[in-house]
């Protein structure tokens, strides 16, 4: 064994001791807002619980958000709550309204007259009611504004159901979103490039090696 070999050979043993030294050290610290351990494996416990963001915006929509420390999402939530609820309350009106309107022109009874309250001026009840207008009325008239109540309830009553469905589907996605953020509470995003320069041991063939340079980038 020549010198040259011999020296590359007590060099990458030294350096393979530093590295492998350099696994086994014990570090400890807290970081801003929580506590940590950091064990001889290098596993981390982390006191961020993915459990309690759950837990909070399932109580409280939103709540789990503030755990997090995601403030901007806040508005988010809310508008959301927001117009699903708006909308429930806006079909849940016309629902009834037409419900009422529908019943009351097939009933035949002269005392309800819900149904005149929606038309407006733009039908004329002598066309289409048999019941106020028995001489003058269109039975075709009066099957069709039958049909169009019913449509419309119908329309209305359809809404409603999928603005329940949506503001159970949004509650659903603020828990997600909690649980989500929570896990990536410490995962690092950032965009910083590093290099890292190590030697290494090469086989250039014929049982020979030599030393040369290793660069590592990572993004």
Known sequence: MNRKTFFIKIFSI????????????????TKEGKEEIILTDSTILQFHSPAKA??????FPGL?????????KLPLVYV???????????????????????????????ETQSYLDIIGGSLNPADFDPVLY??????????WFSE???????????NRDLSYI????WYLLNIVDATVDAHLFDYDISNDLSMKIEPRLMYTGRNM???????SIAF
């Open 209 to 215: 090696n030599t030393l040369g340079l290793q660069i």
């Open 64 to 72: 789990g958000q503030i755990y997090n420390k995601k403030y901007w």
């Open 166 to 169: 949506g503001l159970v589907a």
């Open 148 to 158: 169009q109540l019913e449509h419309n309830m119908d329309y209305f009553r359809r």
């Open 14 to 29: 030294l350096f393979l001791f530093l590295i492998l030294s350099g696994t086994n050290r014990v570090l400890s610290q």
């Open 54 to 59: 759950s837990l909070y915006s399932a109580v």
């Open 80 to 110: 959301g709550f927001g117009a699903l609820g708006y909308s429930v309350g806006f079909n849940q009106t016309r629902f009834f309204r037409y419900k009422n309107a529908y019943i009351d022109f097939i009933d035949k009874l002269p």
């Open 134 to 143: 028995p001489d003058t009325y269109d039975s075709q008239q009066e099957q």
